[in-house]
């Protein structure tokens, strides 16, 4: 099992904290993860996520332990955070802050395009910056399941 830490951005009662976050993995011989979880200790309790083979879900995860008035800010759950609906690389999102898109289709017409600048809006999922914003489909359609799904 390898362990890394990883300074993660959280929203505790409204204010911005970075906490040291450990995710813990194993790595196959083609350097894909495996039984991935995370751990934060908060309060003196610690926290884990459930096991995933997926970066994207084992964050899912550790949001689903934390209480309702912690949440992870990250490009996964920034309203700019958009996956390719032609599918991405393992723990990628894309930053599309200065495209408005209106829905699926042009999220697929923007992608379908090959644009040159997409290498420099690929963002690990747990990426932060100034521009972070909750994901919010009333204000802004994003492509991206962060808080759609059920995951008991």
Known sequence: MKVDTLNVNY????????IPTKILYEQTDKD????IHFEVSMNNHLIQSK???SIEYAIKFLQKELSNNIAIACCQSCRHGNFNPFGDLENEVYCLKEITPQNRDEVVKIFSKHDISFHTRSRK???FCKDYKPISNDEKYTY????LEDLS
């Open 125 to 127: 999922l747990l990426d």
């Open 11 to 18: 929203i505790i009662d409204g204010e911005i904290s970075v």
């Open 32 to 35: 894909e993860f495996q039984n």
């Open 144 to 147: 991206n399941d962060w808080g």
């Open 51 to 53: 096991l995933s083979d």
